[in-house]
């Protein structure tokens, strides 16, 4: 759709001119909040990505030689961002490692998701970002793993957890809006995943799929107890 012969390398093993290609900073398990997902082990939080992005700001001035030849280019690069997820996955919703659950409402814990998500992105425009998509969140309460744990049939999907991923991606919606508004020389664009991922599920057919309540590689019940492993 964007005209990549593959796929974009990643951070650590970007050199050079592989940069101008563009750059995948992603990390599995990471959240917006710096200690989500630490019982799966290492990861690169979103502040820890927003910093690696910088460093190859620095890494593209070098390239280009000049500070706004860098500054057009990278502000015709389109910047994808889709995180929260696991911080509902792996934080808000994981008790047993995490308190955050009983520290926050659901509204309270978007707004800090937010509130820190909002820091990390006026540092990429101050970096030079002007191109944003930002990816909303799925309906994790549809998740293999939220089923094998928390649905009696297998099927029905967890309200509660749904709830708080719709709550989130609204205030999402609103500092889209808001950046809009206040930044014009930028663009930010909202993904619908929930809405997409609500659509798979009502119509599997329609994208080539039949099942739609397991996993394709995890263990236990609907493939979902224990997660895809390498």
């Known amino acids: ?3 990549f012969d593959d796929y974009i390398t990643p951070y650590s093993q ?3 001119e592989d940069i101008m290609r563009g750059v995948n900073y992603a990390s599995a398990a990471a959240g917006v909040r710096e200690e989500t ?3 799966l082990g290492a990861r690169i939080t979103f502040a820890g990505q927003v910093a690696n992005h910088v460093n190859t700001v620095s890494q593209v001035v070098n390239i280009l030689g000049d500070e706004n030849e860098a500054a057009n280019y990278l502000s015709k690069c389109i910047y994808s961002i889709g ?3 696991n911080d509902y996955l792996n934080n808000y919703f994981m008790p047993t490692f995490y308190s955050t659950g009983n520290q926050y409402s659901p509204d309270s814990f978007a707004n800090d998701l937010i509130n820190r998500y909002t820091q990390q992105l006026r ?3 101050n970096n030079g970002a002007r191109k944003f998509a930002l990816i909303g969140i799925g309906a994790i309460g549809c998740s293999p793993n939220e089923l ?3 649905s009696r049939d297998g099927t029905t999907c967890d309200e509660r957890i749904n709830s708080a991923n719709r709550i989130f991606n609204s205030k999402l919606v609103a500092l889209v809006d808001h950046f809009n508004q206040n930044t014009p020389d930028a663009k930010f664009t909202y993904i619908n ?3 997409i991922f ?3 599920v009502a119509n599997p057919s329609r994208y080539g799929f039949r099942v739609t309540n397991a996993g394709c590689c995890g263990v236990g019940r609907n493939n979902g107890q224990i997660t895809c492993l390498p």
């Open 198 to 200: 609500q659509d798979m």
């Open 148 to 150: 094998a744990q928390n």
């Open 1 to 3: 759709l964007l005209g």
């Open 83 to 85: 995180l929260g997820s």
């Open 123 to 125: 540092i990429m425009y």
């Open 193 to 195: 995943a929930y809405g």
């Open 14 to 16: 970007a050199r050079g």
């Open 37 to 39: 997902g630490r019982q």
